[in-house]
């Protein structure tokens, strides 16, 4: 999609890119940025939040710091691709405190879970889980990662 799907000018583009790299910077701050006052700002801000241009904005924790040491991903094929199914498979992610993101795929699998555990055998239970959801799950196929490098667009520190 392109900005003029959304009606989108400079300023709003401005703005938008600061907040990703800043969530926490003020009106004030984004008017220096972009040129504007800072009331101009503030109604930018909360038009672009209305419209469901900003999702939200939150604190990107270290692993450490959240207990969730080991990342994995997950894919997933189901059994076939009914409304049943789906929904379980839905309901399943919604509720589950460990998956952290969940993406539709095109190709050999259907949707791509990103789930942050504490151990591996919190990932076992994850994972056992997963696949006992009833007539939903055909496949499961597991990866561990072994360095973030680069999350939310972000480098990140390097680990010795």
């Known amino acids: 999609m392109s900005d003029t799907d959304f009606d989108i000018d400079h300023h709003d583009r401005q703005i938008l890119d600061l907040l990703r790299?800043?969530?926490?910077?003020t009106s004030q701050e984004l008017a220096d940025l972009?040129?504007?006052s800072s009331s101009q700002c503030a109604r930018r801000r909360v038009a672009l939040e209305?419209?469901?241009?900003?999702?939200?904005y939150h604190a990107q924790l270290s692993p450490q710091a959240d207990g969730t040491p080991l990342l994995s991903l997950i894919e997933v094929r189901l059994v076939r691709q009914a409304h049943d199914s789906v929904e379980s498979l839905?309901?399943?992610v919604r509720d589950e405190p460990l998956v952290r993101d969940v993406f539709k795929l095109t190709g050999d699998h259907d949707y791509l879970i990103k789930a942050a555990v504490g151990d591996l055998a919190a990932l076992n239970r994850l994972l056992n889980s997963l696949s006992a959801l009833p007539d939903c799950v055909a496949h499961v196929r597991t990866s561990v990662v072994l360095e973030r490098i680069k999350e939310s667009g972000r480098m990140l520190p390097t680990q010795a």
């Open 21 to 25: 790299d800043d969530g926490r910077l």
């Open 34 to 36: 972009v040129g504007l």
């Open 50 to 56: 209305q419209r469901g241009l900003i999702l939200g």
């Open 90 to 92: 839905l309901r399943f």
